[in-house]
């Protein structure tokens, strides 16, 4: 017995790390690792992210659609405005900006108890996660419309939804209260990470989305102010991985090029014609470690057509390529180009390119600003010399204020935001904003556009979970 009783002791493990379960986030390095989590899930980097986060934003636009594979069943749901709360990829646009949401509210409700840490460093923490907290809000804002609010892990599972105003006010509240306490750009921990620059981003897209043009052109001014950003020269290489720690990017989605795929740019792998081997353009050459999907994402011709000429920004769409038998694929004017604007990473693992995904970058602040400006006083010289900073990058000739009255400069600044952020995600929003979406879906004969569709339906799945949610107008 007293053999069997020292074996059992002997077997009792004695923890001696100071990340045991019970005090893991009452110390530095576990409130670190529940941050890097609250930055991954935001990121939201899965295994097929340009299809279910990219995609919707574009395929339900003038811009792209997808055939190809079993995706295209879903993907003609969202192009052909006949998505419902079943669909598919709504769920990824919903769960993992909660699960960051979580992660915050964790992280803020346990800081103080963190005994290896100065002030400043908490204050740093915990302004950090309530940026993300916020542009999460902001995401799930401008995709489903108004949300459950959840500011504590206490509240209930089951929760009604928040009134719009509350919605925004939280978003707009939080951004504000975060920007002193962020680091200035390029004095943040680790690339990657919020700082000022990015907060006040932040807010500058989110007042233009709601139109309150005067905080939008306010806060993007406040952006060009801090003099640390910069439209980087060559639009064409501006997205390759080499480039991607550049002084236009103020806020990304990290990408690495990983086996597992878990946080990987994956748009590539669904946008190589079939069979590539080259482009005669630029040379470059398929590498057998990469993939090439049967869902194939392609370029609406009447978007491709639209680009003035000797638009440089028009050079990553791809209107020919040599295939695999040799033989030189012309394809334009079939709804066929395609889009190589995250070029090929050299060092892609199969389906995973290592490219960042710009969430926020300079030129939108530019185009952010010339817009509100324009809303609020029509053509200005302003407004005209912030699209022409743009306009001069991909080569093209300066406007003139003469030229235009406030509808006119309006349609322009909506062009150059296609040509400038095609692929990015913007171009829904856009549209929405600028009173498009919807007839310019009917326009493209989509006939089941309505208005209700400016809001995703919540995923019925969450409603099922949820009795106290109601389900946006139209579902």
Known sequence: MGSLQGCKDFLKEEVFSQLAP?????TKEGLASLLTDTYARTANMNSN???YVIAPQEWTTDILFQSGDNVERDASNYIEFTWDPTVDFLVTNWDPPYQAIRDANIGLENIANVTN???EEKAVSTAEFRFLRAINYYKLYFFFGSVPLRTSSQQELQLAKASDEEVRSFIS??????????PNPGDEAQYGRANKGAALAYLAKFYLNIKDWEQSASYAQQVIALNHYQLFANYEDLFKVE???NP????VRPAFASSNRASANSWMNVSFPDNFQQDPRTGL???????????EFRILDGFYNSFEEGDKRRNLLIGEYVDKSGQLISLLNNNNTRCFKYWPDPN?????HGNDIPDIRYADILLCRAEALNELTGPNNESISLINQVRARAGLAALSQGNFDQQGLREQILRERGWEFYAEGHRRMDLIRMGRFISGAQARGKSNAKDFHVHFPIPQVVMDSDPKLIQNEGY
């Not at 236009?248 to 806020?251: A, H, N, Q, R, T």
């Not at 050459?285 to 869902?295: G, I, V």
């Not at 892609?348 to 995973?352: D, T």
Request: hydrophobic share 45%.
């Open 117 to 119: 840490m100065s002030e």
């Open 243 to 245: 480039n991607e720690r």
């Open 49 to 51: 992210n340009s299809i």
């Open 348 to 352: 892609a693992q199969g389906a995973s």
């Open 248 to 251: 236009e990017y103020i806020f």
């Open 285 to 295: 050459e398929f590498a057998n470690t990469w993939l090439n999907w049967p869902n």
């Open 173 to 182: 509240s939080e951004l504000i209260a975060v920007v002193n306490d962020l």
């Open 22 to 26: 019970e005090n893991f986030l009452n």
